[in-house]
């Protein structure tokens, strides 16, 4: 007579290993194929229905592109417009999520629904909205106002992030460093920043993500003076001049930060802190 909890655990084990095949089959549709395309073209140098590899397999397009006086601009906007956005956002995002973490103040719901209003809205309305304004302060086209412009955009989810972090803080630390005469830059220095560094730290590398893979605002007040990688992608994916392969590269450049930053952000975040400040935006 067969063991019904034998059969259960086999019923288990079969389910579960149908569940993962399912998950990693979607995972490779989804990333992994695209990506092996992207690899493909950026290698090729005709490929043409219907052939199903490339005729020939050059590196010559990744030494045009990285060797050629149109990426590299590009490339050294995006990495200085990021990192600029992540600072900036950082700055604002960390007195405004202790405000809203720790302070009981009137209006506080309507005033999650204000900042978290950018995200809600798409780009092109923000794009359009804000460029008005910097027109007017003599910021368009250049590298400030699309630096102010993307902080808009990063700005509610390093503020969702920061008040998950703020909030996981207990209040009692904070009361024993003030008993034990902590003023508040000393309290900020060594008990809130350390232990909400991680929030910190993740809120930051997606801000940063977020940045370098940014279009429609950027395209908007700063195109075609400002040039980044996303709007060179565009001007590559151009249907009179289309080049697939040109495509191909500067999108696995901008893949590699994407990747990267999202491994770095998953070892160092706190599941329940990410799932609380990722719950509302």
Do not use: C
Request: glycine content about 8%; aromatic content about 8%; overall charge neutral.
């Amino acid at each position: 007579m067969t063991d019904p909890r034998r059969e259960i655990r086999q019923i288990a084990k079969e389910e579960r290993f149908i569940v993962s095949g399912t998950l990693f089959l979607g995972l490779f549709l989804v990333i992994g194929l695209p990506v092996a395309l992207m690899a493909v073209w950026s290698l090729s140098d005709r490929w043409s229905y219907p052939d199903l590899l490339p005729e020939n397999v050059t590196l010559d397009r990744w030494h045009d592109v990285l060797d050629g006086a149109g990426l590299q601009p590009a490339l050294l906007n995006s990495l200085v417009i990021s990192s600029a956005v992540t600072v900036l956002t950082a700055l604002i995002a960390l007195p405004t999520a202790w405000a809203m973490a720790k302070f009981r103040m009137p209006g506080k719901r309507a005033l999650e629904m204000f900042i978290l209003a950018p995200s809600i809205i798409p780009g092109i309305v923000v794009g359009v909205s804000v460029g008005q304004v910097l027109l007017t302060f003599g910021l368009a086209y250049s590298l400030p106002g699309v630096v102010l412009v993307q902080t808009i955009g990063t700005l509610p989810l390093m503020i969702r992030l920061m008040i998950a972090s703020f909030e996981a803080l207990p209040d009692e630390l904070i009361h024993a460093a003030r008993s034990l005469g902590a003023g508040a830059r000393g309290m900020i220095i060594h008990v809130v920043l350390p232990l909400s560094a991680p929030g910190l730290m993740a809120g930051g590398l997606l801000s940063f993500v977020s940045s370098f893979e940014e279009f429609d605002k950027t395209f908007i007040t700063g195109a075609p003076v400002i040039q980044t990688l996303p709007i060179k992608l565009y001007t590559y994916l151009d249907p009179y001049s289309l080049q697939f392969p040109l495509a191909a590269i500067v999108s696995l450049i901008l893949l590699l930060p994407v990747l990267v930053v999202f491994v770095l952000a998953g070892r160092i975040m706190r599941d329940d802190v990410l799932a609380s400040g990722m719950g509302k935006v």
